[in-house]
Nanobody, 119 residues
Framework: QVQLVESGGGLVQPGGSLRLSCAAS????????MGWYRQAPGKQRELVAA???????NYADSVKGRFTISRDNAKNTVYLQMNSLKPEDTAVYYC?????????????WGQGTQVTVSS
């Protein structure tokens, strides 16, 4: 019932920047947290950054100081500002949303957007 639409991926040189956006639509209520995961070839999907409805944030150690997550609760949209990009940041980035209805937790995923950092 919740759809996530991502945008902003692409090709960028090392040291460059990208800004990812994710907008949630559908039956939108009780979205407690949104975030970004990424998966590189041959690696497990990992949490990059997350933000709760209250504004608390959590970052992977590998991106601290370089990436910033923000959220517009009114629009159910989350952003990921990615600065000082490195080749190891290359991955498919997935938007994630967590919804709690009564006592049941639901997790939704976007289709993924490719981020490639290369010279």
């Amino acid at each position: 019932q919740v759809q996530l639409v991502e945008s902003g991926g692409g090709l960028v040189q090392p040291g460059g920047s990208l800004r990812l956006s994710c907008a949630a639509s559908g039956t939108i209520f009780n979205i407690n947290a949104m975030g970004w995961y990424r998966q590189a070839p041959g690696k497990q999907r990992e949490l990059v950054a997350a933000i709760t409805s209250g504004g608390s944030t959590n970052y992977a150690d590998s991106v601290k100081g370089r990436f910033t997550i923000s959220r517009d609760n009114a629009k159910n949209t989350v952003y990921l500002q990615m600065n000082s990009l490195k080749p190891e940041d290359t991955a498919v980035y997935y938007c994630n949303a967590e919804q709690v209805v009564l006592t049941t937790q639901y997790t939704y995923w976007g289709q993924g957007t490719q981020v490639t950092v290369s010279s």
